[in-house]
């Protein structure tokens, strides 16, 4: 079946400009999350839905970036007034489970590279 | 001081190696261990999961948790050239969600 899919795959922005990035998790898949990837660094958390509820956005590094899924499915990253700080790869991940439990999978898509100019 | 350590390699290693990966930790928290493997331009796939202390084998590769010195170990056997890749160790909280990774190694197998 179809994995989880992002978009734009690439996108390059000017200083200053608002970007958004977009998430398609698996069907049917709860939870979903929200990473950033920095050059030659592992995947940072952002933040986590449950269905449409936002239950933790404690990555989220500044309140420039705002995170939505406002029917518990897709969902969108948004970047205002980018900086160059903000180029990094942003990775959706989703998975099946409400809550944690020992078979707590979560399944990456495959990026979104970001690079401000 | 980052919660996970990881060395970034890169790791070179000849067809048929057995190579070891590891990581460090400081959050006596972490209950579940997990090694992903991410090639270029992709997302991690996750390749070895293990709760708690022990070992978990899966074909060539072996997973190893050691909860007392905070260490875990990814090994794989008979490595090939498919296995070159960015190997990432994640780690959560019982009652948590989100991934806590390392830096990721950089492998690359030589045939």
């Known amino acids: 079946g179809a994995g989880v899919s992002q978009s734009p795959r690439y996108k390059v922005a000017k200083r200053g400009q608002d970007v958004a990035l977009r998430c398609d998790p698996i069907?049917?898949?709860?939870?979903l999350f929200w990473y950033q990837q920095a050059l030659g660094q592992g995947p940072e958390f952002l933040t986590y839905?449950?269905?449409?509820?936002?239950?933790?956005k404690s990555g989220l590094p500044s309140d420039r970036f705002f995170a939505e899924r406002p029917e518990g499915s897709v969902s969108t990253l948004k970047i205002q007034r980018t900086q160059q700080e903000d180029s990094a790869v942003y990775l959706c991940?989703?998975?099946?489970?409400?809550?944690?439990?020992?078979?707590?999978?979560?399944?990456f898509g495959p990026g979104t590279r970001l690079t401000v100019l | 001081q980052k919660e996970v350590e990881q060395d970034p390699g890169p790791l070179s290693v000849p067809e048929g190696a057995i190579v070891s990966l590891n990581c460090t930790y400081s959050?006596?928290?972490?209950?579940?261990f997990m090694w992903y493997r991410q090639y270029s331009r992709k997302g991690p796939e996750l390749l070895m999961y293990?709760?708690?202390?022990g070992n978990k084998e899966d074909g060539r590769f072996t997973a190893q948790v050691d909860k007392s010195s905070k260490y875990i170990s990814l090994f794989i056997r008979d490595s090939q050239p498919s296995d070159s890749a960015t190997y990432l160790c994640?780690?959560?909280?019982?009652?948590?969600?989100?991934?806590?990774f390392g830096t990721g190694t950089r492998l690359t197998v030589i045939p």
């Open positions: 839905f449950q269905n449409e509820a936002q239950l933790d």
């Open positions: 293990t709760y708690s202390s």
């Open positions: 994640a780690m959560r909280g019982t009652g948590a969600n989100n991934l806590f």
């Open positions: 069907s049917g898949h709860v939870s």
């Open positions: 991940a989703s998975s099946h489970h409400r809550t944690s439990g020992s078979d707590h999978e979560q399944f």
């Open positions: 959050n006596s928290a972490f209950q579940y």
